[in-house]
T-cell receptor
Framework: DTAVSQTPKYLVTQMGNDKSIKCEQNLGHDTMYWYKQDSKKFLKIMFSYNNKELIINETVPNRFSPKSPDKAHLNLHINSLELGDSAVYFC????????????FGQGTRLTVV | RKEVEQDPGPFNVPEGATVAFNCTYS??????FFWYRQDCRKEPKLLMS???SGNEDGRFTAQLNRASQYISLLIRDSKLSDSATYLCVVNQAGTALIFGKGTTLSVSS
């Protein structure tokens, strides 16, 4: 059983389109994240949800809107896609504690053309 | 100043070599420290946590110096399979894990 699963794995789309990426975790964790890894391989936090509530919202264009229908799911919707949105998007989850290990999904490679 | 800084490398070493990676972090309130490993086109995975007293896991040794805000990872007897990017990660309570840009290691035969 995959602990953190994202779909789709690959996404190629045209500029201006709207797309969604889905994430689900079966670890029973309270906290989920979206990270963006750009072409320079830098993993940057975008959003964090704890028990369906937004707790971290880094400086991200408001074209990006996360949604957490329940604590096991955190989806990412992107409006009006731009070339610069091309990156790998990783979903992750942790259980807060002294040593919060993060479990990552396999990533969604988004290419905007 | 970036929150977590690492030398990007690449570090190119022969099998059997010992290699050390360093990392510095800017926020003195950081509480938890980790090394993650990321293989090409894969997701990051936890390699080991880093404790103040230093800790070892097989060929891997991690050290933390809170006064200098410095973290290190030592890999002994490098294997081909150690080739990957090693990410230094810090965390404060109630925040997300903050990743460094990673150090690339290439082990050759």
């Amino acid at each position: 059983d995959t602990a953190v699963s994202q779909t789709p794995k690959y996404l190629v789309t045209q500029m201006g389109n709207d797309k969604s990426i889905k994430c689900e975790q079966n670890l029973g964790h309270d906290t989920m994240y979206w990270y963006k890894q750009d072409s320079k391989k830098f993993l940057k936090i975008m959003f964090s949800y704890n028990n369906k509530e937004l707790i971290i919202n880094e400086t991200v264009p408001n074209r990006f809107s996360p949604k957490s229908p329940d604590k096991a799911h955190l989806n990412l919707h992107i409006n009006s896609l731009e070339l610069g949105d091309s990156a790998v998007y990783f979903c992750a989850s942790t259980q807060p504690g002294e040593v919060p290990e993060a479990f990552f999904g396999q990533g969604t490679r988004l290419t905007v053309v | 100043r970036k929150e977590v800084e690492q030398d990007p490398g690449p570090f190119n070493v022969p099998e059997g070599a010992t290699v050390a990676f360093n990392c510095t972090y800017s926020n003195s309130a950081s509480q938890s420290f980790f090394w993650y490993r990321q293989d090409c086109r894969k997701e990051p995975k936890l390699l080991m946590s880093v404790y103040s007293s230093g800790n070892e896991d097989g060929r891997f040794t991690a050290q933390l110096n809170r006064a200098s805000q410095y973290i290190s990872l030592l890999i002994r007897d490098s294997k081909l399979s150690d080739s990957a990017t090693y990410l230094c990660v810090v965390n404060q309570a109630g925040t997300a894990l903050i990743f460094g840009k990673g150090t690339t290691l290439s082990v050759s035969s």
